[in-house]
């Protein structure tokens, strides 16, 4: 807002006392505009303002045009030649188009012209236009003294009633017509020169609701995350602490019984720290677990290779939270045996091309249960009641192929729009070549399932893109948006049914 402004109110003031309002007064100025510079003399007390609301009406496209060229009726009535022949109801059409028939209408109503056979005649020789008069009168004064003719003209459309804002003006307590900038904040150079004890500080709004703080919101990989959590918590698990990303090559393969020359354990496929680059020792029961892969035990002939401790000391970002899964059951063999649930849902790494459906690092969703005598059937009645905490009942299970489970399934699900089974997850039985090493009895028998998180959470979101999910390309707004996620019956079809679900093997 210009100081001008604000001087030309002052004087204005100044000379006349009162300004009764400011819209007649400043005719050029709007009314935002006005506002603005009443409010900033209202904080210094220079003036005080009352808010006047004047309903006026004013003239709508239509009546401007027949405020310029005269009422339908009468352009209509116009156009028709006295005499007896008068002009065919087609050449009105062509010469006003639609008006025609809005002109006709109302010159019947008044009796000016009536039809003759396919002709319109006049029934009078001249004519008032009193619709014209009327909209004059409204245009110069902004109302009518007729409430009638404002009903008949806003029935037709011709006039719409506005709220025109304006203000009166009056002197403050602290009026002058001099202009003295105001200081916002008290500044070191202020206070070392001494010009705070003259500056004029501009007073604070307290009572100004100010902006809202953005809050944090959650992510809808946490949102699905949680979801999980409570279904496992709810079937009696523990959640294992997933704090170490980087472990020894011992805990990530070796321990799982995964062999020194696995695929899995290349560098296309892993990556492997660089400082530091090995662990400083291996847990102590590290020659079982060299001895199991060298020769073979507890029923099986092991993979028949030269097993290299300095292989098994390279430190790796973890490729599975399974790694976490196998130390626990070795912490669980070291204490007096009891049964366990344990759960985990965190991020692990893969050397993989990054594209739609995949990323180097991703969410892993694992539930291991330990127990004596637990056989397959245990696990496969476990996943009917987990999937249907989900919404999902209709199970299959295959066999396939892990290094550390054996028996090894996946699990699939029926899908509704699909017509067919869907992969789910994977699950299995953890071998004994694994589990006897950590120290676990012969007869306690450990079972595991898992699934990956991104994927669920892209179905349920509908996300095509999984960079669009985690990474630079996310849109904070979508996060900001999104509702909770509900793995309940009808949410958790939409889950796992909606499209195909691959597990993160």
Known sequence: MSDELKLT??????????????????????????????????????????????????IEAEGKDQLENGSYEAQVFEAVPPGNEGISIEALKAKFGAKANLGQGKGFKNKWIKKSGSNIVRLVDSITDQTKADLET????????????????????????NKILSYAVRKGANFSTELKRQATDLTLEMLQSGAWKSAEFKKFNFDSLGINPS???????????????????????????????????????????????HPARDLQDTFFLKEPAVANSLPDFWPVVRDVHEKGGYGSIGYRYPWSEAESKKLVLRTHTTSISTYMLHKLAQQPYRPAKYFSIDRVYRNEAVDAKHLAEFHQ?????????????????????????????????????????????????????????????????????????????????????????????????????????????????????????????????????????????
């Open 215 to 261: 809050g944090g919101h959650l992510h809808p990989l946490m949102k699905v995350r949680e979801e999980f959590r409570e279904v496992f918590f709810e079937t009696g698990f523990e959640e294992m602490p997933t704090n170490n990303f980087v472990d020894s090559s011992f805990w990530n393969f070796d321990a799982l019984f995964v062999p020194q020359q």
């Open 9 to 58: 109110i002052l004087r204005k003031l100044d000379s006349e006392g009162l300004i009764e309002n400011t819209t007649a007064t400043f005719k050029d100025v709007s009314v935002e505009t006005i506002l603005g510079a009443l409010k900033s003399l209202e904080s210094q007390e220079k003036i005080a303002y009352d808010t006047l609301t004047t309903e006026v009406w004013t």
């Open 365 to 505: 969703v694992e539930g291991v249960i330990a127990d004596k005598n637990m056989s397959l059937g245990s696990l496969i009645d476990f996943l009917d009641i987990f999937f249907k905490k989900m919404g999902i009942s209709d199970l299959r299970f295959k066999p396939t192929y892990n290094p550390y489970t054996e028996p090894s399934m996946e699990i699939f699900s029926w899908h509704e729009g699909l017509r067919e089974w869907v992969e789910i997850g994977n699950s299995g039985m953890f071998r004994p070549e694994m589990l006897r090493p950590l120290g676990l009895a012969e007869d306690v028998r450990v079972a595991g399932f898992g699934l990956s998180l991104e994927r669920p959470t892209m179905i349920k979101y509908g996300i095509d893109n999984i960079r669009a999910l985690v990474g630079h390309k996310v849109d904070l707004g979508m996060i900001e948006a999104n509702p909770a996620c509900r793995l309940d019956k009808k949410m958790g079809k939409e889950v796992f049914q909606g499209r195909v679900v691959e597990a993160e093997s």
């Open 138 to 161: 409204v245009h110069q004064t902004g109302t009518h003294p007729s409430k009638d003719v404002i009903k008949d003209l806003k029935r037709r459309s011709l006039i719409k009633q």
